[in-house]
Nanobody, 125 residues
Framework: VQLVESGGGLVEPGGSLRLSCAIS????????ITWFRQAPGKEREFVAG????????DYAWFAKGRFTISRDFPKNTVYLQMNGLKPEDTAVYYC???????????????????WGQGTQVVVSS
């Protein structure tokens, strides 16, 4: 599997970003896709997930109401729309393809060992 994250950047507090995760090498429609993030000195943590049908979503408590995950089947791509960004959202964001569902309650080590390079998000004024 190949995962390519993009869309990160520098944004002011309150701003928005849309991250993309382009996936190849797997049957896209049979995998749940999960976003994680890792801030400097911290463990990689769950952010949001979407099931293989695209009908169920799951969010970490800090993402609820601000982030929206979606998937585009023809493009084999998953998006993470992030609104109302805060400095504490600063991290490298990664996506992961796995059959595990729901992602809540699991740590990153429970998921596929294959990760992309991540995309850096910096929220700062």
């Amino acid at each position: 599997v190949q995962l390519v994250e993009s869309g990160g950047g520098l944004v002011e507090p309150g701003g928005s970003l849309r991250l993309s995760c382009a996936i190849s090498g797997i049957q896209f429609a049979t995998y749940a896709i999960t976003w994680f993030r890792q801030a400097p000195g911290k463990e990689r943590e769950f952010v949001a997930g979407i099931d293989w049908h695209g009908s169920r979503t799951d969010y970490a408590w800090f993402a609820k109401g601000r982030f929206t995950i979606s998937r585009d089947f023809p493009k084999n791509t998953v998006y993470l729309q992030m609104n109302g960004l805060k400095p504490e959202d600063t991290a490298v964001y990664y996506c992961n393809a796995d059959h595990r569902w729901p992602p809540t309650g699991h740590n990153s080590g429970d998921f596929s060992a294959q990760w992309g390079q991540g995309t850096q998000v910096v929220v700062s004024s």
